[in-house]
């Protein structure tokens, strides 16, 4: 496909320090492979590093499967002095940029489109090329935080530079219908909206057929952060159906600030051993497998966006079980799953109950089919080709 590529585009993303937030990286990096297969792509993170012993600017340069250049900079120079501190961080962070960008030049060369991802300081470093370099620049945000009832998407100054960095891009991508209208709704405007889902490996994400054991196996997989995902009203749930049913057994597999909580909450409600397993953070063919070894996927949030995980099981053929938030029922339907409203752990309870007897029913085959049309690194890549082919059309061509 690298032979019908338009251009050389560069992707932007912040990093961070900490592991629990690296999956905005790995969100990004998704992205990134899907375009790959339409243009040339470079990504270059710039990463602040909350350690004292760090004095200067690391750089790390990897080639595959593209170029990507990571700059490490010091964020805790002044710790004790606030002030002194902010203005260090801020040179530190152009610093990183520049060096970075130099960087880009020298092993990358000359590129075509900037593609900002997660607002607000990528999209302004964006917008500053853009007005200093002549470079057109898209944007694509993943994050829930401008939801109603998320209520993080807050301070005079950020929200002034963030409407006037969505305003000059030409064009904004979101992964859901929901989050498009949630930036709009905090006017965040401009006229050229997209909405491109997160992107699934279907090659990795394989089908594989329906697991008929006796014991059925329930899967969630998330961040474990309880606040946003509900999993404490999970376990509560499926300790309830421990009373009356024996044949399901419930997976849980992620790491975050909350799993050490919810696996002594577990305790604590009195689950049997037999009817939950905590896995901790599983990537690649191991997450696969859990997939694949499922009756069906679970999740009992409280709010969301669209969650990358919902789409792998989907492309897995398996049906799922989510609440009626964000951008999920874009996606979710009688086809492929059953939704309830957020918090009703009575109505989840009857749910799952229904999945437990009925899993077996759904069309496996058409399920990921559909999902592979939406989520594929296929799809996505050529959703990105159009919006680059069409910015290029309004601009100048490569």
């Known amino acids: 496909m690298k032979d019908n590529k338009l251009c050389k585009v560069l992707f932007l993303s912040a990093w961070y320090p900490n592991r629990y937030d690296e999956m905005w990286g790995l969100f990004v990096q998704n992205h990134a492979i899907a375009c790959s297969m339409y243009a040339d792509i ?35 120079i002044f710790a004790k002095i606030p002030l002194l501190n902010l203005l260090f961080k801020l040179f530190y962070f152009f610093k990183a940029y520049k060096i970075g960008f130099n960087q880009i030049q020298k092993h990358f060369g000359d590129y075509n489109i900037i593609h900002a991802n997660i607002l607000t300081r990528t999209a302004f470093i964006a917008y500053f090329k853009k007005l200093f370099a002549g470079k057109n620049y898209i944007i694509t945000e993943h994050w829930s935080r401008y939801l109603s009832n998320v209520g993080t998407y807050k301070g005079f100054f ?12 030409d064009s904004v991508t979101t992964v859901t219908e929901n989050l498009k209208n949630a930036m ?44 946003s995902k509900n999993i404490s009203g999970l376990l509560r ?5 421990q009373e009356y049913r024996n044949d399901f057994k419930l997976i849980m597999v992620g790491d975050g600030i909350d799993k050490t909580v919810m696996e002594q909450y577990a305790v604590e409600l009195g689950f049997s051993t037999e009817r939950i397993e905590f896995l901790g953070l599983l990537t690649g063919k191991s997450l696969v497998e859990q997939f694949q070894m499922s009756a069906f996927f679970v999740m009992f949030s409280n709010y969301e966006n669209f969650p990358v995980v919902l789409a792998e099981s ?8 989510a609440t009626k938030v ?20 009575s109505a989840l309870e009857g749910v799952i109950v229904e999945m437990l007897d009925c899993y077996s029913k ?37």
């Open 42 to 76: 470079a990504v270059l993170y710039v990463h602040p590093v909350n350690d004292i012993n760090q004095k200067s600017i690391e750089i790390t340069i990897t080639e595959e499967p593209f170029l990507t250049i990571k700059v490490y900079y010091p964020n805790t």
């Open 362 to 398: 759904y069309d496996g085959l058409a399920i990921r089919n559909e999902a592979v049309l939406k989520f594929s690194q296929q799809a996505v890549g050529k959703q990105f080709h159009d919006i680059y082919s069409e910015v290029i059309r309004k601009n100048k061509p490569c």
């Open 158 to 169: 950020r929200k002034m530079l963030t409407k006037i960095v969505v305003k000059h891009a």
């Open 237 to 241: 749930v499926c300790r309830r159906l």
């Open 326 to 345: 964000g951008g999920i029922q874009e996606f979710v339907d009688g086809s492929n799953g059953k939704l309830v409203e957020a918090k009703d752990e």
């Open 314 to 321: 989907l492309i897995c053929g398996r049906p799922v079980v």
């Open 184 to 227: 709009q709704a905090q006017q965040l405007m401009n006229n050229n909206y997209e909405v491109v889902p997160n992107v699934v490996n279907s090659d990795l994400f394989a089908l594989a057929e329906m697991n008929s054991a006796p014991i059925k196996r329930i899967l969630h997989v998330s961040c474990f952060e309880d606040c």
